[in-house]
């Protein structure tokens, strides 16, 4: 937690805070659970971490630096380097020198790239068909608004930009 963060953790009560942490608990099982899920079913031999970084570019932006993709995923540069590179050697990015800056590069993901990216979302449909065969779809659905703000807050407390 940041600055502002620690005073209003001060201020809240244990049990709220077992709550909070419980809640937390669970997000990050499902999470990793998951990951695991996604993994078995992604083709073109994939990895959770070269879809993601696909991924990105249809959620996000149609090009970055690696730098911003390594802060975007919270890994070392290093790290994202490794995972555009065998992205890369599967021609599903592209990396091309910053005509602005010719220091830097820029990544864009390829049309193959995006075929493959789709192809991967696509694997996952028995298996989240095989979710929402236990869980009511409305429910499901409620909890998206929620968890979609979740996110944006964790995002911009990781920016910074939340005290």
């Not at 602005?100 to 192809?119: I, S, W």
């Not at 009511?136 to 964790?154: G, K, N, S, W, Y």
């Amino acid at each position: 937690m940041r600055g502002g963060g620690r005073k209003a953790a001060a201020a809240t009560r244990r049990e709220d805070l077992k709550t909070g942490y419980e809640f937390f608990l669970e997000v990050n099982i499902i999470a990793q659970l998951a990951s695991s899920l996604m993994q078995r079913a992604l083709p073109h031999d994939l990895t959770v971490a070269q879809f993601s970084v696909l991924n990105w570019f249809v959620r996000v932006d149609a090009e970055a630096t690696p730098g911003r993709l390594a802060r975007a995923f919270q890994v070392s540069n290093g790290a994202m380097t490794n995972t555009l590179q065998r992205l890369l050697e599967k021609a599903l990015v592209t990396v091309v020198t910053d005509p602005r800056n010719g220091r830097q590069k820029l990544v864009r993901m390829t049309p193959l790239g995006r075929r493959c990216r789709d192809d991967a979302v696509a694997s996952t449909f028995p298996d989240i068909a095989d979710f929402l065969a236990h869980f009511d779809l409305a429910e499901v659905q409620a909890l998206i608004p929620t968890l979609r703000r979740m996110r944006e807050f964790l995002d911009h407390q990781r920016d910074g930009t939340v005290g």
